[in-house]
Every structure is written in C-alpha cells, then in structure tokens.
C-alpha cells in the first residue's frame, strides 16, 4: 500500500521518515509490530517507545500546541498514522488516551480539563481506562447502573465496571456513571473523570481466551472525585459518550489495515510454504482473503479521501468494521488450517506465536466496539432508515 | 488524495440518473425485453445528443468528450441502476474500448466518431460455442485473399450482436490473434437471436462463411489489445453491477419499511434488519472493488488495472446476485412474482456474472496476475 499525499505535507513526511527510521532501533526495533488494541504483549517495552514518541514530539500531532500538540491538521494525521504503520512500530500502549479520551475532552471538555489532563497524556505520565461497559451493560450501554452522589465538593462513585482495556495500567478512568438515581436509560447519565490511586478503587485483571492480562474489571466502592471532574454537562453523559464513539477521525484505519496486508502476505508465504497453493479449494480460499483485505483498503482509501477533502464519511465508513472484522476471522482461520497441526503446539506458559495470537484476539473484533449484532443495527437504522425494534 | 467524487461528477450522476428514471423506467424495460431487436433509437440517440455518453471517454479528437473512466463508471453504474437495455455495454465498454487500444489510427478515425454521435451500435464478437473469454478460445479465422481479408466460422453469446452496425470479430490468422471490422451488412453474414434469461441484455450468434472483413491492427497482434479492453470493461461491468445491486438494496429496504406483519414493519425485525445490513456491507465493499478499477484505469496503470478488474468481477459479480437474492427474499411471494421488478435484477445479476467470465475464472486471472 503506496500512498501519495501530496506536496503539502512532503516535508513533514521526510522528518517522521527519518525520525523513526533513527529512533526505531534496538530493543523498539525488535518490537515491531508488537500489541494491538486488545494485546497487551511487551507492555514496558511499548511504554518506553511512547516516551520516545513524546520526547520527539510525535504524539498528538493533530492536537492544538496550547496542551502539548503538534497542532497540525487530519492531513498530517493521516499520514503519521499511515508512516507509522508502514514502519511497523510498535503498537502505542497510550492508544486508549490518544484515540478516545483525548478527542473527547478536546470536543467536550472545561478548559481546565484540558490544561490538566491533555498534556500528561503526550507525555506519557498518565494512563487512561474507560469506564463505560458493566456486567449488565454491554451492547446495551444505556443500561449503566454504577451511581455517582454528590458529596459536597466530590462525586462519590459506586459501581462495578468490566472490559477496561490495560485497565492494571490505568491512572485514571473515565467513567460513565448515572447521577440522576431516578433516571432510566440514556438520561441521568454523567461522565466522570476518576483517579485509580485511592482505597474506593480495585482494579482485577481478566485474563482474555489468548491467556493474556489484558482487560480488567473495575470495583467502585464509595470511590471519590472532585466536583469539577464532570466532562460536559451532569445528566449529558450519554451524549459525552457518543460524541467519543462518534469521533471517527479515519485514522486508526491504517495500522489496522497495514497489519491486515501483512498477514495476507504471510498466509500467502505459509501457503506456498505448504504447498498448498496446488490445492484449488485452498487456493480460492487464499484468493479470497488477499481479495478481502485489497477491498478493506479501498474502503478504508475512500473514507480517508472523503474525511480529508471535509465531506462527511459515506455508508461505507460504517460497514467497513463489520467487514474488516468478519473477513480478518476468516483470513485467521484460513491460516490456522494451513498451519496444520504445528499451528496447535503452543510454548511455555501458553506462549503463542504471531499467527495464534492474531487469530485468537480476532475473536474480539466482532465483540469490540459495538459487537457485529449491534453494527448490523446501526448500519439498518441508521444508514438505511429502518424502523427500531419496538420496546417491549 | 482525489479518491473522491468532484462535484462535476456527482453532477454527471445526477443527470445520468434523472435521465434514465425517465427514460428506461421499468415500463420501458418491460417493453424492450420482450422485443429481440428491443432497443428504443430515440433514446439511444438523446443519450448521444443530449448527454453525450457513448462518447463520454472517447478523446475530443474522434468527436468524443475526453473524460475519464471515473465518469464513464459513474454512467455505468446509473445504467445499472436503471436496467437500462440499449446496446450501451457492448457499444461502449467493449466495441470503442477495443478500438481505443488497437494500434490503428486511420480506424480509430473512420469508426469512432460514428459510435460518439450515436450513428454506430458496436460490439466485440469474441466468444464460441467454448464461451471462453482466453486466447484459447478464438478458433474462427480469417484467411487473406486476393480480395481481402475474410472470415469463416461462428461467433456465439455476442452481446447486442443482433442490432450493432459494426461487428469487431476476433479471429485466428496465421500471425496469431487479429481483430477484424465487419459491417452488419456484409456478404456471408448470418445473425441468429439467443432468446436468454436475462431479457434486458440480448445476445446473438454469428456465423461468418467467407465474409469479407477490415483488418484493424497489424496482423496476429490483436491478443494482448484485447486483454486490456476486457480489463477495462470487466471494471465497467463491475461499476455496472453495483448500481444494480444498490438499486436491489433500496427496493428491499423500502419494503421493508411498508410491509407490516406481526403488527409492525418487516423491517424491524433483526431478521430482515440485519440481512439488509449485510446486503450494504456487500454493496458498499463491491463499490470498492469496482471503484479500485476506475482509479487503476485513471492513472494508466496497466499491471495495477490487471489485478483490480479481475478483484472486481471475481467480487462484484458474486455481490450483485447475493444482493438481487436476498431482495427478492425480502420481499417474499410479491418478489416471487414476474410483475414485480426484483426478478429482473436477478436475472440481470446471473447474466452479468458470466458476461466476461465467470468469478471462478477471474480468481484464476486473479491467482496468476499475483503469482500464487
């Protein structure tokens, strides 16, 4: 994948080119590739590449300078995303700020958040958890029962929150909680911001299908905050949390999409490896899924395109995760039946390799983010207009 | 990064579309489908005159306009939205693409302004009764005589073939592959309509007892030109298929938001909901595949153009018939019906997917393009 995206951002370009390829060395070199967005693999290592990132000054690069930004444009977003992803640097272990909680305080947040919170971000001196899912939340998130009181000049949380991604890691949580005791659903909900440090907050990990410790389950127990930690309006905590799930800036497509084209490469390698490309029934199989992952690119390319030309993203941004996620499970399992029964032995303590750990957390692609179910929801009702189910 | 519709061409989209609801409504469809020589000259010439859109992506100098194949996709797929039945395919996406590559100026000059001006209803007679799209499948051939060239034996599943002006013959000759020009007219010439399945795109067979014939090209070069222009109209038939598909998708889902069962729209149910989800995620991802073909063809990419018109049949293709399925399963025993529309976007689908070969042999194309 070969992207030219004009002279306006040449320069910038040929500096991110020679930075990375001066400062991607060594231990970080030896980590390319390494973690994903729910793969905690090499933790330390990745946190010490995003301290490099911060001291060259390559995080937040579309966030304004006044907290610690670049303060460039998508354009330069875009192709940051898109010459990291080439160089296949590590995978930022600071992800969850930088993509979710950032862009929102950036959309929503009191100034004083953000001269407080933004800039530990880019310098990685604090990490951030979300606090949304529970155990009886999922899909349905607007079900959130965690309540928060007010108690003088703090907010008291208690609640239990589940699926916090890095969450043993995590500084401090945003936390969708419900403020109005008497609300129901989407109303009476308050985003909070809460610090982990204090006796009120337990953090467990859980350990994921690929033997990970990955994500985490959250205990609130009269858990405390400062009164001014509400980002947006008490009781707009719904619409704070869509406005994250809405910040659809393009630019995590491109990792995605590079680590996608690698893969397909390498099932072609293991193919021809195998022998297998003799075999017509795999050998359409292998063609498929090379066909799958140069249609996720297109797709990915027309969003990019309409996103930097300032339009607002056609029907394909929104069936893009329901495809890259069905069709990545599939280009896994095609490997896992290449690989053969060598592709079942595991190292020690469960150690796997590449293939296996790719394959396994794909598993999650479809859950994630709105769950293949609730995609197909949103791309009927609200890309094709269909009627809501009616409530019981 | 232009991968991106400009205004100017969501215009064209525009006016394409008001056009063709106009003028190849399903009134219109019905009535040319029933009729073998089915295809309305008034409208073909507006399409000419008016819009000018057999000369779309013919260069200024053969009468044409000069625009891209982005634009000339962007028609397509309005044409497929639309069914629209004139000879458009053949004309365009193969006769003018094949004498757009061929090294013959001087025929470039004598038969491409009368396919611009919408005088010449065209097409590519390739296939025989093999209905192979390869080299191997050309056995008809032409012999040089003190004459001329002439031609014998059979052409057969050409589309349109029963009402285009010029005929573009493949055939084999001592050098190879050559391309020949045959007039409707000419002596020897027998035209047979195939009565198909799909009645919005008529096929004929051709039989050629020593017909006389106008070598295009140098003798025995014709293969690889070929090659390329069905590159080019497998990525037009792909942006044709999808705006077949899309207009499967939006009768299906406005169905589903009127038909009421159980006391409540079809559509609410997950059942229908998230078939209709998948049947955009298919249509948008064919998009793709077909829209990759357009920009490789744009910026002239031949090896990159390769690759993406083999993606785009071997996936449009197959898009398009899972989409006209799943609508006429949408809309259960109406869609069943021959009065109902969906059937014909079906039928459309089935007969696209072996106009240029079928999927299966486009993953092979596929396959040896990328070397695996």
């Not at chain 1, 946190?47 to 006044?66: I, Q, T």
């Not at chain 1, 309006?233 to 994250?244: F, I, K, L, S, Y």
């Not at chain 2, 001329?148 to 005929?167: E, H, I, M, Q, S």
């Amino acid at each position: 994948m070969e992207l030219d995206f004009g002279p306006a951002v040449r320069d910038f370009r040929e500096e991110l080119r020679d930075w990375l390829a001066d400062h991607l060395v060594g231990e970080f070199a030896e980590h390319r590739g390494v973690g994903g967005p729910t793969d905690g693999a090499a933790w330390e290592v990745r946190l010490a590449w995003d301290r490099e990132l911060s001291a060259g000054g390559w995080l937040g690069v579309g966030w304004p300078r006044e907290y610690g930004g670049r303060g460039l444009g998508l354009l330069e977003e875009i192709v940051f995303e898109y010459e990291y992803a080439r160089a296949n640097a590590p995978y930022r272990a600071t992800g969850n700020a930088l993509d979710l909680l950032g862009p929102m305080l950036l959309k929503v947040g009191g100034e004083e958040q953000k001269k407080r919170f933004l800039p530990p971000i880019l310098a990685v001196e604090e990490l951030w958890g979300q606090g949304f899912s529970e155990p009886g939340a999922g899909s349905d998130l607007a079900s959130v029962r965690t309540r928060a009181e007010r108690d003088g000049e703090a907010w008291v949380v208690s609640g239990q929150k589940v699926w916090t991604s890095f969450g043993m890691h995590a500084d401090w949580l945003y936390v969708l909680a419900r403020t109005d005791p008497d609300s129901v659903r989407h109303m009476g909900l308050t985003m909070l911001l809460l610090p982990t440090d204090q006796p009120g907050v337990e953090i467990r990990p859980i350990r994921n299908l690929a033997g990970q410790d990955e994500f985490a389950e959250v205990f609130l127990s009269d858990a405390r905050t400062d009164a001014g930690m509400v980002v947006g309006e008490v009781g707009q905590g719904w619409r704070t949390a869509m406005a994250t799930l809405g910040i659809e800036r393009g630019t995590t497509l491109l990792p995605q999409q590079l680590t996608f084209e690698r893969e397909a490469e390498s099932l072609i390698e293991l193919a021809r490896e195998r022998g297998a490309l003799d075999d017509p029934m795999l050998r359409r199989r292998i063609v498929d899924a090379w066909i799958s992952v140069r249609v996720m690119r297109t797709t990915n390319l027309r969003t990019l395109a309409e996103l930097t030309a300032g339009r607002t993203p056609g029907a394909q941004a929104t069936t893009a995760k329901l495809y890259a996620s069905t069709r990545h499970q599939r280009l896994g399992h095609l490997v896992q039946e290449l690989a053969g029964p060598a592709g079942q032995i595991v190292g020690a303590d469960y150690g796997l390799d590449t293939r296996q750990r790719s394959f396994l957390l794909s598993l999650a692609e479809t859950i994630y983010g709105g769950s293949s179910e609730i995609q197909r929801n949103i791309i009927g009702e609200q890309i094709l207009g269909l009627p809501k189910e009616p409530r019981p | 990064m232009d991968l991106t519709f400009s205004q100017e061409q969501d215009e064209l989209r525009t006016v394409v579309r008001s056009f063709l609801a106009k003028y190849s409504d399903e009134a219109a469809v019905r009535r040319l489908s029933a009729d073998p020589r089915g295809h309305d000259a008034v409208v073909w010439r507006r399409m000419a005159g008016e819009l000018g859109l057999q000369g779309l992506a013919v260069p200024e100098e053969y009468g044409g306009s000069g625009f891209g194949y982005v634009e000339l996709g962007v028609v397509f797929e309005e044409a497929g939205r639309a069914l629209l039945c004139e000879p458009y395919f053949a004309t365009v996406a193969l006769a003018a693409e094949t004498l757009l590559r061929c090294a013959d100026d001087q025929a470039r000059a004598d038969l491409l302004p009368g396919i611009a001006s919408g005088a010449t209803i065209a097409t590519l007679a390739l296939t025989e009764d093999s209905g192979r799209w390869d080299e191997p499948g050309i056995h008809l051939t032409a012999r040089h005589t003190a004459g001329g060239w002439r031609l014998t034996g059979a052409k057969t599943f050409v589309p349109d073939g029963l009402l285009a002006d010029l005929l573009l013959v493949a055939a084999r000759t001592p050098g190879g592959i050559s391309l020949f020009a045959v007039g409707a007219d000419a002596a020897g010439l027998t035209r047979t309509f195939l009565p198909t399945l799909d009645q919005t795109r008529k096929q004929a067979r051709l039989e050629f007892a020593d017909t006389p014939a106008r070598l295009i090209g140098a003798e025995g070069t014709a293969w690889p030109v070929l090659e390329r222009t069905l590159a080019t109209a497998s990525v037009l038939l792909a942006a044709e298929q999808v705006g077949g598909a899309a207009a499967a998708l939006d009768a299906a889902v406005d169905y589903a938001r009127i038909r009421v069962q159980y006391g409540r729209p079809i559509g609410s149910f997950q059942g229908i909901k998230h078939k209709c989800a998948d049947m955009l995620m298919e249509l948008e991802s064919a998009r793709s595949a077909a829209y990759a073909g357009l920009w490789a063809l744009d910026a002239g990419d031949d090896t990159e153009t390769a690759l993406a018109a083999a993606l785009a049949q071997a996936f449009c293709s197959e898009a398009f018939t899972k989409v006209a399925g799943d609508s006429i399963q949408v809309h259960g025993g109406i869609g069943f019906t021959w009065e109902h529309p969906a059937h014909l976007y079906f039928k459309r689908a089935k007969s696209s997917e072996v106009l240029l070969g079928t999927p299966s042999y486009h993953r092979q194309l596929l396959a040896a393009r990328l070397g695996i």
